[in-house]
């Protein structure tokens, strides 16, 4: 576990950190940030606010506001889950997004820097191996993901896929893995 957060003063309601990872080279390396989410109730939908602690302690307050609820559940009512995180879009250009790949649970992120992000949770290997290939991931991860897909299957797969809010297209994407 990183020191930084045993150290930090966190506030009282912290339901989940999370430490990012990316590649360099072939070598996977901390990104830094360790983003925060707290929302008031452990239930469908989950809404709430995102921090960020910075490698030299300072905390980022508020830096998005999320709901991540089930996937039939958001794409039934994604024009009152996006108001009630302040996305500034058209629904219609968000439907297209959420049904990009079958999932379980999908969360939208609004994070207030003209980018929207679509979280997809509980992926079923294939369309993760699908989104290694989409997204230009490492050849050799995507076929050995693929080669050994029934080891992986039980994982939950999430991806992370930031989009433009003005043109909708894909910044960046990111996956992890849940045992």
Same mark, same amino acid.
């Given at each position: 576990?990183?020191?930084?957060?045993?150290?930090?003063?966190?506030?009282?309601?912290?339901?989940?950190?999370?430490?990012?990872?990316?590649?360099?080279?072939?070598?996977?390396?901390?990104?830094?940030?360790?983003?925060? #989410?707290?929302?008031?109730?452990?239930?469908?939908?989950?809404?709430?606010?995102?921090?960020?602690?910075?490698?030299?302690?300072?905390?980022?307050?508020?830096?998005?506001?999320?709901?991540?609820?089930?996937?039939?559940?958001?794409?039934?009512? *994604?024009?009152?889950?996006?108001?009630?995180?302040?996305?500034?879009?058209? *629904?219609?250009?968000?439907?297209?997004?959420?049904?990009?790949?079958?999932?379980?649970?999908?969360?939208?992120?609004?994070?207030?820097?003209?980018?929207?992000?679509?979280?997809?949770?509980?992926?079923?290997?294939?369309?993760?191996?699908?989104?290694?290939?989409?997204?230009?991931?490492?050849?050799?991860? =995507?076929?050995?993901?693929?080669?050994? =897909?029934?080891?992986? =299957?039980?994982? #939950?797969?999430?991806?992370?896929?930031?989009?433009?809010?003005?043109?909708?297209?894909?910044?960046? =994407?990111?996956?992890?893995? #849940?045992?």
């Amino acid at each position: 576990m990183d020191t930084m957060l045993l150290t930090a003063p966190l506030p009282p309601d912290i339901l989940v950190h999370a430490k990012e990872f990316g590649w360099k080279a072939d070598c996977l390396v901390a990104s830094g940030a360790t983003a925060v #989410v707290r929302g008031t109730l452990l239930s469908y939908p989950f809404i709430g606010t995102g921090s960020a602690l910075l490698p030299d302690g300072r905390w980022l307050d508020c830096t998005l506001r999320y709901v991540l609820t089930p996937r039939l559940d958001m794409l039934a009512h *994604v024009r009152r889950y996006a108001e009630c995180i302040s996305l500034p879009c058209a *629904v219609g250009a968000l439907i297209p997004l959420l049904r990009k790949y079958a999932c379980q649970d999908l969360a939208l992120q609004h994070t207030f820097d003209g980018h929207v992000m679509v979280q997809y949770l509980g992926v079923a290997i294939e369309d993760f191996v699908a989104f290694l290939h989409d997204f230009g991931f490492c050849a050799d991860l =995507a076929a050995h993901a693929a080669k050994h =897909a029934r080891r992986y =299957a039980d994982l #939950v797969h999430e991806i992370a896929i930031v989009y433009s809010l003005a043109t909708m297209a894909p910044v960046s =994407a990111a996956f992890h893995g #849940v045992v």
